[in-house]
């Protein structure tokens, strides 16, 4: 069965995990010894027949010593171009079958309840040894009292403790760091308000760029995301424009700051076409 052509962010992805690997000088097979991937699949991911799972894409750049972003970027494109990219979890590692119960023997002809035995005689200690005995046992008594005594004055909090922070909490949230207003303006990667957002609209444009208007409801912010643009492109959302600088901007792609946004405001995001004499081309969409 023929396999389906990638999508113009695949290859572009494909092209990129293909440099990374050459800079790693490893094998395919080497590839798949070093991380959680088979040799097939790596062979699929760098010819872009199948989208790689992120993971791979973050263990390639680590094996080749370089930054993740780009990659990742790429990798971002692809995904929203895929209407069902698939990712394989953890390839080769295969799990063991599950256990198939042991059938429970036949019932056997019933045995007859064994005699009951007799009680032993109970062995009383020489009357020699019984004072020995006594005192082997309150002194084992008195060492256990002695330890819980111990181990409790060590476990009580000493005074200057009191307001001394748990060792075990957190330093900060892992969460996005601002919200809200506190949030106008700023980055949604750097404030991690980019983390899963929806994507409330998405447009072409005439000229073959692909723009979407993002939301994150954590955040309450939105913001505008681009990719397939040419160089000086641009995008607009509520005054703030920010504009295709160069290659490598072109081949991944830019987002304005955000801005916050509540639920039921309509968002309008301009694409800005960098050739002269083009038109702005607007669309919006609903927060619900």
Known sequence: ??????SPGGERLAAALRE???????SLAALAAKTAYSKSSWERYLNGR??????????????????????????EIAKSENSGPKEP???HRTAPPPLVPEPSPAPGPALAPAPPSEPAPEAFP?????GVTAVAVLAT????????????????????????????APASATGPTCRDTACEGKDPAVTKCGAEPATLSEHLSSTGASIQLRYSRVCGT??????????????????????????????????????????GTVVRACFLPAQAGGGQECFEARVD
């Not at 199948?50 to 990798?75: F, I, K, M, N, S």
């Not at 020489?126 to 019984?130: A, D, L």
């Open 1 to 6: 069965m023929r396999q389906p052509a990638p």
């Open 20 to 26: 990374s690997r050459r800079r790693t000088g490893l």
């Open 50 to 75: 199948t989208l790689p799972p992120r993971p791979a894409v973050e263990e390639l750049c680590r094996l080749a010593g370089e930054p993740d972003g780009r990659c990742l970027a790429l990798w």
């Open 89 to 91: 979890a953890r390839p």
């Open 126 to 130: 020489p009357s020699g040894h019984r």
């Open 141 to 168: 008594v008195s060492a256990l009292v002695f330890g819980a005594v111990v181990l409790t004055l060590l476990l009580l909090p000493h005074p200057d403790e009191g307001a001394r922070p748990s060792a075990s």
């Open 222 to 263: 939105s913001w505008v995301r681009m990719w397939g643009a040419r160089i000086g492109d641009g995008v607009e959302l509520r005054g703030r424009v920010v504009r295709v600088r160069n290659r490598a901007e072109a081949d991944t792609y830019i987002h304005t700051p955000m801005t916050a946004t509540r639920p």
